[in-house]
């Protein structure tokens, strides 16, 4: 197993940032152009968790949980691609997206706390994972 040093760390971590400006608004923006997905987040029946993917808010109809899985799975696939470009995991690259995708929820709107705990969004930035600036 390697170790990686703060600086290689470091380097890491800019280099997942930029692949996340180079495609992470790529799966945003599609969601955002779903007028079932911007119901079901107006709504609060769908949320951002602390993982960089949607959530299911409570019990909610089949439509809504495939369209969650659906749109969980395109995340996947671009997680998967930006980490490989990125030389992170698809977990580190997903965190990494969900700092960003936490911090773009609007007031109103639902998200995860890092209890598991489903919160809706105030004016405060909500609770992010460690590690997000």
């Not at 760390?9 to 400006?21: E, R």
């Not at 996947?76 to 030389?87: N, P, S």
């Not at 995991?89 to 705990?117: F, H, I, M, N, W």
Request: aromatic share 6%.
């Amino acid at each position: 197993m390697t170790r990686l040093s703060i600086k290689g760390f470091k380097v890491a971590g800019m280099a997942v940032a930029a692949a996340l400006m180079a495609t992470g608004p790529v799966v945003v923006q599609a969601q955002g152009r779903s007028p079932e997905y911007a119901a079901a987040r107006a709504a609060g029946q769908i949320g951002e968790q602390q993982d960089g993917y949607l959530g299911v808010v409570g019990s909610q109809s089949q439509d809504i949980v495939k369209m969650v899985r659906d749109l969980n799975n395109k995340r996947r696939a671009v997680y998967t691609e930006g980490a490989a470009a990125a030389k992170s995991t698809v977990q580190e690259y997903a965190t990494a997206t969900a700092c960003r995708l936490l911090a773009d929820t609007k007031p109103g709107e639902k998200y995860q706390a890092p209890d598991g705990s489903w919160q809706t969004r105030g004016a405060a930035m909500p609770s992010r994972p460690a590690g997000c600036k």
